[in-house]
């Protein structure tokens, strides 16, 4: 029997799916708030990478100015609310609390700012005044966190923000990436409904833009933007791959936020992979109620790109870690019956495979959590605009590309990092744009 | 174990810990379950003159996760009938005859006085304690603090009491006054046989801020009412060290004023109350809290070697001096405990903003900061405020071997007497040019 019974309703899919992070009551929130020190030169607003002053809001937590909180943390991250739900903050702000070095539970920051920005966001509290109309207008591509971030920013300084979403919903990794137990669709989606509805950027959503598109922002927008993340997930070219049963983590997770109880998953699943992504799918499995859930990872315990916590999350709820192992076929005819595992060893810093080692592992599913791949073929298609030779698009320091007219950020630059990451560097990036488009 | 029995002024009671008079001691029931607890004591609810009372009594002062921290009310004397607290005085003494059980009272002419005290005495209580402090309602009626602000009505009150009462005799004093001994002496001159001390503070314990009215509003409108709780207990502490300094106060203590814990009321002892009087916090946590007063007290007075509750009283007082007594000579410095310093910088910035920039901020390696122990005064702040316990202490720098008191000074002759005068302190003390404040992040 596995930890979790398997979902047959709404209410057991989202017993199996409570929030993480849940939402805490003003008595909380008080007695929370009270236990910050206001350190000086505090160090979870330097272990945080939007900068928030998060002693300040606290303080203004406590003292019942939710507005004044709020307005503090979405003065440093526009994405605020989501962050506070989504961070990895045990290794951020809440690692960084100075309690953990006397052994006393951090701060709960990220549970504060979730619950100062939820109630000016169910109150549709306006908070900014938007500088009058400037004339100038950037166009941006990819509802994300860093195109909402350069869209916020740059309304701000009063230009016209068009983004442009090739998706149903706007949000990108926040409603179709994040594990469901962080943060709600409704959640995400209603903090990007408010921020529109403060700023006024326009999202034109299931608008997916192609080069021909592009040449026409050219001409259209003083400025184009691109957060456009990554793409699909990188498929290595083994045996039984386009079994239909096979599927990528990011697809995976995916369809189960937008399908929710309607995605079944079956008894047994295999999940490739050692980053975040590959422990959000394979929790999510067992959280569906799939009984036997093996995580599959090429090198040792330790050289997982997971944070701990992660993994312990997906411990939790009966998930099974398999390491120095790595997929060399997958068996099945119509359908996917197990996966051909071989174990490995490190040999100076590579993984290779033993010998003679391959065992079967029976299943009826395949996750693969090997990567996204970097949309190179798009990118190839804007003139001038150079790449890592990762892939990822090659920026400067105000994240404006080669070509001076693009700036680019979030995954699609950094090659997937946090929430808060894209979020950090789409408010740079429209300074940037605006500093260009000012002294052009 | 100590003998925690007292006599104080000739009431007799098992322990020091009395309730103070309010509402805990509203009823015959309140007390005699305060009796089952373990209390030693009660000054009953104040009887007196007719009064009624307003819906929304109390006010709060909270402390980030403290919950009163402060506390004040605007509610009177007792409103229930006379004949009805006098039945239950006498029901309460039949039960618990060895316990102390004293009528606080409150009228207003000498014949209400010869009566009410009749009265009391025939309901069997042990005492009788004079309310010359409540300083809301009541006083606007001549009445409580009215009376504690005038030692010369005061004194006549006491004196046509003492006429009058068979039964020892406590006048409680209000702390709203500039100089407590005053009324203190005047108890004393119209004859009394004790004192209790303090009664509430004059307070307006908040405003709300929507209503535009100060805490508690009653239908709009608040008052001033009497601060007590936990925030009182420093004025209180030095109140009654006052009082039990005072050559011509020669009577019995009993300690009143913020006082929860066994440590509160051994400060107060120390201080020189015989016994002492609780009221808030048992408002705030019940009669349960004497579960910790007993034992807590029983082992300080074990491990201090005192026997009985008059070996310990006013312990302190010989410590207790004025300024002009203290060693000049005396020296300490603060030292940051590496190990247990969590790195909040909060005695960086206290320090800097706050006292006498002897703090510096460590390099980008590590967060503890170090002392500039020749900037350091020795001032205590950042031991008071460092979070983390034992990880900031001030350690003894002077040797000593010297004792030089201002008073050693004046009488030498060599105190400082001009303004720049070389003798006076601080002058090698290191303060930063005004502008450095803006090389400051």
């Given at each position: 029997?596995?930890?979790?019974?398997?979902?047959?309703?709404?209410?057991?899919?989202e017993?199996?799916?409570?929030?993480?992070k849940?939402?805490?009551?003003?008595?909380?929130?008080?007695?929370?708030?009270?236990?910050?020190l206001?350190c000086y030169?505090a160090?979870?607003?330097?272990?945080?990478?939007?900068?928030?002053?998060i002693?300040?809001?606290?303080?203004?937590?406590?003292?019942?100015?939710?507005?004044?909180?709020?307005?503090?943390?979405?003065?440093?991250n526009?994405?605020?609310?989501?962050?506070?739900?989504?961070?990895?903050t045990?290794v951020?702000?809440?690692g960084?609390?100075?309690?953990?070095h006397?052994?006393?539970?951090?701060?709960?920051?990220?549970?504060l700012?979730?619950?100062?920005t939820?109630?000016?966001?169910?109150?549709?509290?306006?908070?900014?005044?938007?500088?009058?109309d400037?004339?100038?207008?950037?166009?941006?591509?990819g509802?994300?966190?860093?195109?909402?971030?350069v869209?916020?920013?740059?309304?701000?300084?009063g230009?016209?923000?068009?983004?442009?979403?090739?998706?149903?919903?706007?949000?990108?990794?926040?409603?179709?990436g994040?594990?469901?137990?962080?943060?709600?669709?409704?959640?995400?989606?209603?903090?990007?409904?408010?921020?529109?509805?403060?700023f006024?950027?326009?999202?034109?959503?299931?608008?997916p833009?192609?080069s021909?598109?592009?040449?026409?922002?050219?001409?259209?927008?003083?400025?184009?933007?691109?957060?456009?993340g990554?793409?699909?997930?990188?498929?290595p070219?083994?045996?039984?791959?386009?079994?239909p049963?096979?599927?990528?983590?990011?697809?995976?997770?995916?369809?189960?936020?937008?399908q929710h109880?309607a995605?079944?998953?079956?008894?047994?699943?295999?999940?490739?992979?050692?980053?975040?992504t590959a422990m959000?799918?394979?929790?999510?499995?067992?959280?569906?109620?799939?009984?036997?859930v093996?995580?599959?990872?090429?090198?040792?315990?330790?050289?997982?790109?997971?944070?701990?916590?992660e993994?312990?999350?997906?411990?939790?709820?009966?998930?099974?870690?398999?390491?120095?192992?790595?997929?060399?076929?997958i068996r099945?005819?119509?359908?996917?019956?197990?996966?051909?595992?071989?174990?490995?060893?490190?040999?100076?810093?590579?993984?290779h495979?033993?010998?003679?080692?391959?065992?079967?592992?029976?299943?009826?599913?395949v996750?693969?959590a090997?990567?996204?791949?970097?949309?190179?073929?798009?990118?190839?298609?804007?003139?001038?605009?150079?790449?890592?030779?990762?892939?990822c698009?090659?920026v400067n320091?105000a994240?404006?590309?080669?070509?001076?007219?693009?700036?680019?950020?979030?995954?699609?630059?950094?090659?997937?990092?946090e929430?808060v990451?894209?979020?950090a560097e789409?408010?740079v990036?429209?300074?940037?744009?605006?500093?260009?488009?000012t002294?052009? | 174990?100590?003998d925690l029995?007292?006599?104080?002024?000739?009431?007799?009671?098992p322990?020091?810990?009395?309730?103070?008079?309010g509402?805990?001691?509203?009823?015959g029931?309140q007390?005699m379950?305060?009796?089952?607890?373990?209390?030693?004591?009660?000054v009953?609810?104040?009887?007196?003159?007719?009064?009624i009372?307003?819906?929304?009594?109390?006010?709060?002062?909270?402390?980030?996760?403290a919950?009163?921290?402060?506390?004040?009310?605007?509610?009177l004397?007792?409103?229930r009938?006379?004949?009805?607290?006098?039945?239950?005085?006498?029901?309460?003494?039949?039960?618990?005859?060895?316990?102390?059980?004293?009528a606080?009272?409150m009228?207003?002419?000498?014949e209400?006085?010869?009566?009410?005290?009749?009265?009391?005495?025939?309901?069997?209580?042990?005492g009788?304690?004079l309310?010359?402090?409540c300083?809301?309602?009541?006083?606007?009626?001549?009445?409580?603090?009215?009376?504690?602000?005038?030692?010369?009505?005061?004194?006549?009150?006491?004196?046509?009491v003492?006429?009058y009462a068979?039964?020892?005799?406590v006048?409680?004093?209000t702390?709203?006054?500039?100089?407590?001994?005053?009324?203190?002496?005047a108890?004393?001159?119209?004859?009394?046989?004790?004192?209790?001390?303090i009664?509430?503070?004059?307070?307006?314990v908040?405003?709300?801020?929507?209503?535009?009215?100060?805490?508690p509003?009653?239908?709009?409108r608040?008052?001033?009412?009497?601060y007590?709780?936990?925030?009182?207990k420093p004025?209180?502490?030095?109140?009654?060290?006052?009082?039990?300094?005072?050559?011509?106060?020669?009577?019995?203590?009993?300690?009143?004023?913020?006082?929860e814990?066994?440590?509160d009321?051994?400060?107060?002892?120390l201080?020189?109350?015989?016994?002492v009087?609780?009221c808030?916090?048992?408002?705030?946590?019940?009669?349960?809290?004497?579960?910790?007063?007993?034992?807590?007290?029983?082992?300080?007075?074990?491990?201090?070697?005192?026997?009985?509750?008059?070996?310990?009283?006013g312990?302190a007082?010989?410590?207790?001096?004025?300024?002009?007594?203290?060693?000049?000579?005396?020296?300490?410095?603060?030292?940051?405990?590496?190990?247990?310093?969590?790195?909040c910088?909060?005695?960086?910035?206290?320090?800097?903003?706050?006292a006498?920039q002897a703090?510096a901020?460590?390099?980008?390696?590590?967060?503890?900061?170090t002392?500039i122990?020749?900037?350091?005064?020795?001032?205590?702040?950042?031991s008071?405020?460092?979070?983390v316990?034992?990880?900031?202490?001030?350690?003894?720098?002077?040797?000593?071997?010297?004792?030089e008191t201002?008073?050693?000074?004046?009488?030498a002759?060599?105190?400082p007497?001009?303004f720049?005068?070389?003798?006076?302190?601080g002058?090698?003390?290191?303060?930063?040019a005004?502008?450095?404040?803006?090389?400051?992040k």
């Open positions: 029997m596995a930890e979790l019974k398997r979902p047959t309703t709404k209410a057991e899919f017993a199996n799916f409570a929030q993480l849940p939402l805490m009551n003003s008595t909380e929130a008080y007695y929370e708030s009270s236990r910050c206001f030169d160090p979870c607003v330097n272990a945080c990478p939007t900068g928030i002053d002693p300040l809001f606290i303080r203004q937590i406590h003292t019942g100015d939710l507005n004044g909180a709020a307005k503090t943390i979405y003065d440093s526009w994405l605020g609310h989501a962050c506070g739900k989504v961070c990895p045990e951020l702000c809440e960084a609390c100075v309690f953990n006397q052994h006393i539970k951090p701060i709960e920051i990220g549970r700012q979730s619950m100062a939820a109630q000016v966001i169910s109150s549709n509290k306006k908070l900014y005044q938007c500088a009058p400037n004339g100038k207008k950037v166009a941006v591509v509802a994300g966190p860093a195109g909402l971030s869209a916020c920013e740059l309304r701000l300084l230009y016209t923000v068009d983004v442009y979403e090739a998706k149903e919903k706007p949000s990108g990794l926040t409603v179709y994040v594990a469901p137990y962080k943060i709600t669709n409704e959640e995400a989606l209603e903090e990007v409904e408010y921020l529109q509805k403060q006024g950027f326009t999202i034109t959503c299931n608008s833009v192609d021909e598109v592009l040449k026409g922002f050219e001409t259209d927008y003083d400025a184009v933007f691109l957060g456009i990554l793409g699909n997930t990188w498929l070219e083994i045996p039984g791959i386009d079994l049963q096979v599927t990528g983590a990011t697809e995976f997770v995916e369809k189960l936020r937008m109880a995605t079944t998953i079956p008894s047994d699943v295999v999940v490739i992979g050692g980053g975040n959000d799918a394979a929790s999510e499995s067992a959280r569906m109620g799939a009984e036997n093996t995580l599959a990872y090429r090198r040792a315990k330790h050289e997982m790109g997971a944070y701990p916590f993994y312990d999350l997906a411990k939790d709820v009966g998930v099974k870690g398999l390491f120095n192992v790595q997929p060399i076929a099945g005819v119509d359908k996917v019956e197990g996966v051909e595992l071989v174990r490995t060893e490190v040999v100076d810093g590579r993984v495979p033993i010998e003679g080692s391959g065992f079967f592992v029976p299943c009826e599913m996750i693969l090997t990567g996204q791949v970097k949309q190179i073929e798009f990118l190839g298609e804007i003139e001038g605009l150079d790449l890592e030779h990762n892939g698009i090659k320091a994240y404006q590309t080669s070509n001076p007219h693009y700036f680019a950020a979030g995954d699609a630059v950094n090659g997937g990092a929430v990451n894209a979020v789409g408010k990036a429209a300074h940037g744009i605006h500093q260009y488009i002294e052009a | 174990m100590a029995s007292v006599n104080f002024a000739g009431i007799k009671a322990n020091p810990f009395w309730l103070a008079s509402p805990p001691t509203n009823s029931y007390v379950k305060a009796f089952e607890a373990g209390w030693g004591g009660a009953w609810k104040t009887l007196g003159v007719p009064v009372n307003v819906s929304s009594r109390y006010g709060g002062v909270n402390y980030r996760n919950r009163l921290a402060g506390f004040n009310n605007i509610e004397i007792t409103d009938p006379l004949a009805d607290n006098l039945r239950e005085i006498e029901e309460v003494k039949k039960y618990f005859p060895d316990h102390a059980v004293i606080s009272l009228v207003e002419t000498k209400e006085w010869r009566q009410i005290i009749r009265d009391v005495e025939n309901a069997g209580s042990d009788i304690e309310n010359f402090g300083p809301h309602g009541m006083c606007e009626r001549g009445m409580g603090s009215a009376v504690g602000q005038e030692p010369a009505v005061l004194k006549t009150i006491v004196e046509w003492m006429e068979k039964i020892p005799v006048v409680k004093l702390p709203n006054i500039t100089d407590i001994t005053v009324p203190a002496l108890a004393v001159a119209g004859g009394a046989d004790s004192i209790s001390l009664n509430t503070l004059k307070s307006i908040g405003v709300d801020l929507d209503a535009l009215a100060p805490y509003v009653v239908d709009g608040g008052t001033n009412g009497g007590c709780g936990p925030a009182v004025v209180a502490l030095n109140m009654v060290r006052e009082c039990a300094q005072h050559p011509g106060v020669n009577v019995p203590i009993s300690g009143i004023g913020g006082i814990t066994w440590r009321a051994a400060e107060h002892i201080l020189g109350a015989s016994t009087q609780i808030t916090a048992v408002m705030h946590f019940g009669f349960g809290i004497i579960r910790e007063l007993i034992p807590g007290l029983e082992r300080y007075m074990d491990e201090k070697g005192f026997a009985t509750m008059n070996d310990m009283v312990k007082l010989p410590n207790a001096v004025e300024w002009k007594m203290l060693n000049l000579k005396h020296q300490v410095i603060a030292n940051i405990d590496a190990d247990k310093c969590i790195g910088q909060l005695c960086y910035t206290a320090c800097e903003d706050g006498h703090i901020l460590p390099g980008s390696d590590t967060r503890v900061p002392i122990e020749e900037n350091c005064v020795g001032c205590n702040l950042c008071l405020i460092c979070p316990e034992e990880c900031i202490t001030m350690e003894k720098v002077d040797d000593g071997t010297q004792h201002w008073e050693d000074r004046t009488l002759c060599t105190i007497t001009t720049d005068d070389e003798r006076a302190g002058r090698e003390h290191y303060v930063p005004p502008t450095d404040a803006f090389k400051k």
